[in-house]
């Protein structure tokens, strides 16, 4: 379903965004490598983007999604980096260099933001609960500049 959403976004001019995390549960089972791998194969299985296109995953575990918790900088950059590898899997090279950005979410604000970014392979965040209130949100933004 998720691989037709993302195909029928690209075939509409839309730029997808795609989100790929774990749960609680596989992260203690050390599949988390393994799981955010095989949603990123599924979801772009047979998928191709027109030189115009462009792509975004969101590297968002499903444990950390309302719960005020973040993982660390670095872990994220790792599975950033595993997120990179399964587009180079699928996809050209400079099609993922130049038309994928691969981003965080998962709890972003103004005190861990700073994690993030700069980042070496990260692209950028996707700020949720944070975005929803003007003062957080703009202690956020100036925590990036």
Known sequence: M???KV???LAEGLIPVLCVGETFTERQL???DVVVSRQVEKALAGVVLGSKDKLVVAYEPVWVIGSGQAVT???AQ???RV???GLINLLPGKVVENQVRIIYGGSVDAGNIGDFLPASVM???L???ASLDEKSFTALVKEVV
Request: net charge neutral.
């Open 2 to 4: 998720v691989q037709h």
């Open 7 to 9: 195909a029928t976004a």
């Open 30 to 32: 050390g599949q988390k």
């Open 73 to 75: 900088g670095d872990e």
């Open 78 to 80: 790792h599975s950033a």
């Open 83 to 85: 997120i990179r590898q």
């Open 123 to 125: 692209n950028g965040v």
């Open 127 to 129: 700020v949720g609960t």
